[in-house]
């Protein structure tokens, strides 16, 4: 069977229904667990205080704020390349997902930004690439509601998904690119000799684990609306054209 038959809508429709319970229960789970553990049973930090323990939501937000917009790159390309209609809708239903974690981002960094750096917000490479970043969510979702016909929507919003990874990538990289920014670089890298201390990094993993299920429910689950919402648009064209 090819993966492609997955991208059918009724099909989609058939096995997302019994996934969404478990993608939703998973990463109430791992939120529970991961926040509370972090929080309320990790000790401060020798330097940043109980500031440190703002990670277990900043640093998962701005992973998947990231992955999120590649994710929707992703599926840009597919529907660009094969014209799979389903492709183009998860990309469109994972924008206001994406928008929301990129401003839990900004907003937690904030937080931590003012006792650590003196300042809410600074203009560093990778903040002004994040900022510039959730501008483009912004600019995606305004350009799917402008545009009336659907094919054409999804193209052009494809093209500015391309455009916008630019500074996905940037906001990921930007304490490699430019040292002089006042960002600190990764809390968990491969290629890192030293991350973390465990006592921080393991409730770490399980909140990544939970935003990277709860991202997933909420996109398969926008996904079936844009489908139901397609379908009710056609059905209204043809009674129209009857």
Not at 66 to 72: C, D, R, S
Not at 164 to 186: C, E, K, M, P, T
Request: proline share 4%; charged share 15%.
């Amino acid at each position: 069977m090819s993966i492609w038959e997955y991208a059918n809508p009724k099909k989609f429709m058939g096995w997302t229904t019994p996934v969404l319970p478990y993608a939703f229960g998973l990463a109430a789970l791992c939120l529970i667990v991961g926040l509370v553990w972090g929080f309320f049973f990790t000790p401060d930090d020798y330097r940043q205080g109980s500031t440190v323990k703002i990670i277990y939501l900043h640093v998962p937000a701005a992973l998947m704020a990231i992955n999120a917009w590649i994710m929707m790159l992703v599926a840009s390309l597919i529907w660009v390349v094969r014209r799979h209609h389903v492709s183009a809708l998860a990309a469109r239903a994972a924008a206001p997902v994406g928008l929301t974690i990129t401003l839990i981002a900004l907003f937690t960094g904030a937080i931590w930004g003012q006792p650590m750096w003196g300042t809410y917000w600074a203009w560093d490479p990778r903040l002004t690439s994040f900022l510039i970043l959730f501008l483009f969510y912004l600019g995606y979702i305004a350009l799917w509601e402008a545009i009336e016909d659907p094919d054409t929507a999804a193209d052009l919003t494809s093209v500015l998904c391309m455009v916008g990874s630019i500074f996905a990538i940037l906001s990921r990289y930007a304490v490699n690119f430019w040292n002089q920014g006042l960002h600190q670089g990764a809390s968990l890298s491969l290629d890192k000799e030293e991350n973390v201390s465990d006592v921080f990094w393991q409730p770490l993993v399980i909140c990544i684990a939970g935003f990277v299920l709860l991202f997933v429910g909420l996109v398969l689950l926008r996904t079936r609306t844009e489908i139901r919402a397609r379908r009710i648009r056609a059905l209204e064209a043809r009674a129209r054209r009857a």
